[in-house]
């Protein structure tokens, strides 16, 4: 069927111009012969970093690390590679169901991180991104099939990159995502409560009550008061003032004497007393 056809000169993968035409017989095929086959579409990861970073030739150099190790893994004959965009690539495989490709996916995975790409004097780890729909369920046409395939190759760039999506498990994905989303804001949520309850009812309330609740003995008449905008009330008398703070001296109910510093920001009125006992 595609003994003719041309091939790319960089990657020697079939050309796009025969990607239709070859799925289209194969979808007429699969459908009498009641047999499914996948598609996978593969994207290599951050390939414009590489292209604006180190220049076209590397990046030539990464597309063909990247296509070659398709080939190792996937042998041409029951799978067929096309390229499909500058660093996009389709592979198809004939007969093979979504479940047996995902498998075949990981190994390529595993290549990939163990078998990095050799440039000049260095290595580079070189990852691609894929999405997978199979014919018949996700698809009964051929642009049906590489659109859906398309989407769930997206979905795993947004989630992650470096990863293999069915487009089949996209929906139970972003729900999974979904409920780990929302019980990231219940632990948040719980965390601040424990916060909250350790610090402020423990520590912090107890303290503002015994402010609420000084007493006053042997308390001088005609006493100034400072309200506050919290609502507390201080009785004493004021020992100086400016534009910025109040001093005031406070009575305690042992007989002893302290005093407190306001800042005028703090403060929602003021009761002048009579200064002479």
Known sequence: MLDQAPRDTLTGFYQRDALESYLRQLIADSRAQGKPFSLVLVDVDRFKKYNDRYGHPFGDEILKYATSTLRLTFLEGPCLFFRYGGDEFIVVFPGKTVKETLCALRQCQHNLRHRPCLYGDRFYHVAVSCGV???????????????????????????????????GRIGLLKFRRIVMFLAAIVSALATIGLVYHLTYQQIIRPKLEQLKHIKIVSEPKNLDTVVLRSGLVFDGRILSENRGAVVLRLYFENGGEGQMTFKRSEIAQIKYGNPSE
Do not use: H, V, W
């Open 133 to 167: 729909a199979g014919f018949p369920d996700d698809g009964q046409t051929a642009e049906e099939l590489i659109r859906n395939a398309d989407d769930a190759m997206y979905f795993s760039k947004r989630t992650g990159r470096n990863r293999t999506t069915p487009y």
